[in-house]
């Protein structure tokens, strides 16, 4: 009997505090009565990801919220340190995985589908999978399980985009049809983007 290889996992970062929307973002509902994070979270489970929500401490209304979509959630103590801060934490308590899928809570819209198609090209070889739309970058990114000392000692609040941009050679790019995949709302202006 083969033992299967060990599944990539998806970190959801929802740590941030949502300060340039004014607050309460991740909670805020768009057009259809859902909330932008519970959208971004039904997106990495409808692709079949495992996920590991990271949010700050004491912001118990987006902890409830994740869970009830089926997130496993995790808090970051030290989130108000950055981005890259709570990506490490959420490597380090998934380090058993067979590599992450970085996703952004506060982006709504990307396809399941684009999503899926990250996760092939990862699980069939590549080492950092990002998709694109119309030749511009976007999320969700995957990284190998080779990352993992990286991506733990990350910190600021870049994410993980050192660890892309020293590693450039070994991005796979996948260009999709998917405006979403460039789509994080910030301000509340953005969610007219959104409809």
């Not at 950092?128 to 080779?146: C, K, L, N, S, T």
């Not at 870049?158 to 910030?186: F, T």
């Amino acid at each position: 009997m083969t033992v299967p290889e060990k599944s990539p996992v998806a970190i959801l970062l929802a740590a941030g505090a949502g300060s340039r929307f004014g607050g309460a973002k991740l909670l805020h509902p768009l057009e259809d009565g859902v909330a932008i994070a519970a959208h971004a979270a039904r997106s990495l489970i409808a692709a079949g990801l495992n996920v590991t929500a990271v949010v700050r401490s004491g912001d118990f209304p987006v902890a409830e919220l994740l869970e009830q979509e089926g997130c496993a959630v995790t808090v970051c103590a030290d989130a108000a340190l950055g981005m890259g801060v709570s990506l490490a934490h959420g490597v380090s308590v998934t380090r058993d995985a067979g590599g992450w899928i970085v996703a952004l809570a506060d982006m709504p819209r990307i396809r399941p589908d684009t999503i899926r198609r990250v996760v092939e090209a990862l699980v069939a070889g590549a080492a950092i999978v990002a998709p694109a739309y119309q030749g511009d970058r976007g999320h969700p990114v995957a990284f190998a399980e080779r990352f993992l000392q990286e991506l733990q000692v990350l910190g600021g609040d870049s994410g993980a985009r050192a660890v892309v941009q020293r590693n450039q050679a070994l991005v796979r790019v996948i260009e999709v049809d998917d405006p979403g995949v460039l789509l994080d709302i910030d301000r509340r202006g953005d969610l007219l983007r959104c409809a």
